[in-house]
């Protein structure tokens, strides 16, 4: 039986983080964690264009870690599209690597974290300005459309959050 695939997208401090855990945690299997932040820790929050592409490898390896562990389904906190689209809002132009895994990386789902909850700051954070993470989320909204992908938008606060990616992935699991 083949691993249903869900990606945990959209724009920093949305909740991509907690609902991947909380969804792992509610179907009993594995995710796989951000890896940026992995990376920013041991560079002190410092990295540069060339780096998104470690960090994009990174996260392919985090990916199949979790893969080889799950059960039935699969999380992924953040996906290939993050990268993408930060590294083209950042510097004008995207890695060929995350573009190539980006177009070759397919999920089953995708679960769209609205930027709807309160900014948290911390050293790794580089969007508190409300308008910059309603632009960034029209973008994912754009590039998943672009693809055809199937996609869901999580919104609300605390457990509404989780409600959602589980009713939603109901007809599915």
């Known amino acids: 039986m083949s691993i ?9 401090s949305s909740g991509k983080s907690a609902l991947s855990k909380s969804l792992a945690a509610y179907y009993s299997t594995s995710y796989a964690p951000e890896y940026a932040r992995t990376f920013l820790e041991k560079t002190g929050g410092e990295y540069d264009f060339n780096d998104l592409i ?53 999920y089953d789902h995708y679960l769209l974290c609205k930027p709807d909850l309160t900014w948290e700051a911390d050293a ?19 590039e998943l459309e672009k693809i055809g992908a199937t996609y869901h938008i999580i919104s609300g606060l605390g457990e509404e959050r989780l409600k959602s990616g589980v009713e939603y992935l109901k007809r599915y699991i």
């Open 4 to 12: 249903l695939k869900i990606a945990i997208t959209g724009p920093e």
């Open 54 to 106: 470690l960090i994009a490898k990174g996260q392919v390896a985090n990916e199949k870690k979790a893969l080889a562990k799950a059960e039935k389904v699969c999380f992924f906190d953040t996906d290939m599209l993050v990268l993408k689209v930060w590294a083209e809002f950042r510097f004008g132009k995207v890695p060929e690597f995350i573009e190539t895994a980006f177009q070759r990386k397919r």
């Open 124 to 142: 790794f954070r580089e969007s508190p300005n409300q308008a910059e993470r309603d632009l960034l989320f029209k973008i994912y909204v754009e």
